[in-house]
């Protein structure tokens, strides 16, 4: 049983930064590739930024140069600093983590945190 528990999201004015941060639990080998995708109401779910086991890093167009992407191997997290929030980045956020066990690779996702960024 492998778990993925996001924290950090709420209520920010635009311009404003906020944290989020997913940690990965249960019973697997390794974490490969972490992501935070995000949805928006009306409209599909959609890659924000997501960060390899070797650290490398790629970002949606929409957010280069004010979101960061960051993860700890040894603790299975990843954080998604957010600053100079827009209201367009008004979501729920969710963390995605592909995860290798006995199960083989799975992808797993966090049940969701609310981002709201008032203009």
């Known amino acids: 049983q492998v778990q993925l528990v996001e924290s950090g999201g709420g209520l920010v004015q635009a311009g404003g930064s906020l944290r989020l941060s997913c940690a990965a639990s249960?019973?697997?080998?390794?974490?490969?590739?972490m992501g935070w995708y995000r949805q928006a109401p009306g409209k599909e779910r959609e890659l924000v930024a997501s960060?390899?086991?070797?650290?490398?890093?790629t970002y949606a167009d929409s957010v280069k140069g004010r979101f960061t992407i960051s993860r700890d191997n040894a603790k299975n997290t990843a954080n998604l600093q957010m600053n100079s929030l827009k209201p367009e980045d008004t979501a729920v956020y969710y963390c995605?983590?592909?995860?290798?066990?006995?199960?083989?690779?799975?992808?797993?996702w966090g049940q969701g945190t609310q981002v709201t960024v008032s203009s």
């Open positions: 995605n983590a592909a995860v290798i066990g006995t199960f083989g690779l799975r992808g797993y």
């Open positions: 249960g019973s697997f080998f390794s974490v490969n590739a």
């Open positions: 960060i390899a086991r070797s650290l490398i890093t």
